[in-house]
């Protein structure tokens, strides 16, 4: 079947948020985002964020940031209303998946993932939505894994603090659906990325694709697709929805 590069979705006058955007599956997805016309907020824990941002181009900016700090968080927003105007799209992609056995998880390791991969995306819709619901139009992408519908061996505070991102995602939805914001989640089964091939190198990855019906992990540039469509006029009407990109992985 012939794919279509960012064919279908234009977003001209439309400036997008996204977290996470150094790496990995924030920094494609800014990259299509800016290629069909958006003006690009790249925020990350990492300064390696502003270098990815100028190489955009003068339309977008980069901001160091850590999502789980509160103060930060609401600083940096501003930063970025006053330099764009508002924020029309918001993808809360930042995130973390440090492993280890569920007997004796370090409390510091899940305390941490919680932060960053819970709190992180409730801090940012906190700060941008309210701009979002006083224009009565909007959308929030939060990046939610497989993860948060099956368990995962070693994941025990990722498969949590994924799950909780449904769940934030279903009440934002719920709320700001009405006023013309639409809440979504996208659930990758492993993705090629620094995060997902840490995780899954070797032969461990080799017997995972194995289990995936369609043979193979995703590409980052399939979940950035997926984000832009759940971002775009289209998909009005998805609202609340948690949309597997997974190959089938949590149907087997
Ligand atoms: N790669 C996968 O296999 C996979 C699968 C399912 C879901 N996801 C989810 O997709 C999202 C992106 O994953 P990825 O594979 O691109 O990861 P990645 O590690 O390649 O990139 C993540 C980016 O987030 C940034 N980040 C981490 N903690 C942060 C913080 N506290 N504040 C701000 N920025 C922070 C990192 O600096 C990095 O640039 C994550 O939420 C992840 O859980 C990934």
């Not at 932060?115 to 992180?120: E, P, S």
């Not at 979940?223 to 009407?237: D, F, P, R």
């Not at 998805?238 to 087997?252: C, E, F, K, W």
């Amino acid at each position: 079947m012939t794919t279509h590069s960012n064919a279908t979705y234009r977003f001209q006058n439309t400036v997008v948020a996204i977290t996470g955007a150094a790496a990995g599956i924030g920094r494609t997805t800014a990259e299509h985002f800016a290629r069909a016309g958006a003006s690009v907020a790249l925020l990350d824990r990492s300064p390696a964020v502003l270098e990815v941002a100028s190489a955009l181009g003068p339309a977008h900016q980069g901001w160091t940031v850590d999502v789980s700090d509160a103060d930060a968080v609401g600083r940096i927003a501003n930063e970025v209303i006053a330099r764009f105007g508002r924020v029309d799209v918001l993808v809360n992609n930042a995130g973390i998946g440090p492993l280890a056995p569920a007997e004796g998880f370090p409390l510091a390791t899940w305390d941490k993932t919680i932060a960053v991969n819970l709190t992180g995306p409730f801090l940012v819709a906190r700060a941008f939505a309210p701009g979002m619901l006083a224009r009565k139009q909007g959308r929030i992408v939060n990046l939610a894994s497989q993860a948060a519908v099956i368990g995962i061996e070693g994941h025990l505070a990722y498969c949590a603090s994924k799950a909780g991102v449904i769940g934030l995602t279903n009440c934002m939805a719920l709320e700001w659906g009405p006023r013309g914001v639409t809440v979504n989640a996208i659930s990758p089964t492993v993705v090629e990325t620094e995060l997902g091939l840490s995780g899954w190198a070797g032969e461990k990855g080799e017997r995972a694709r194995a289990t995936i019906p369609t043979r193979r992990f995703a590409r980052p540039d399939e979940i950035a697709a997926a984000i832009l469509y759940l971002a775009s006029g289209e998909a009005a009407m998805v609202n609340g929805a948690n949309l597997l990109v997974d190959g089938g992985y949590t149907i087997t």
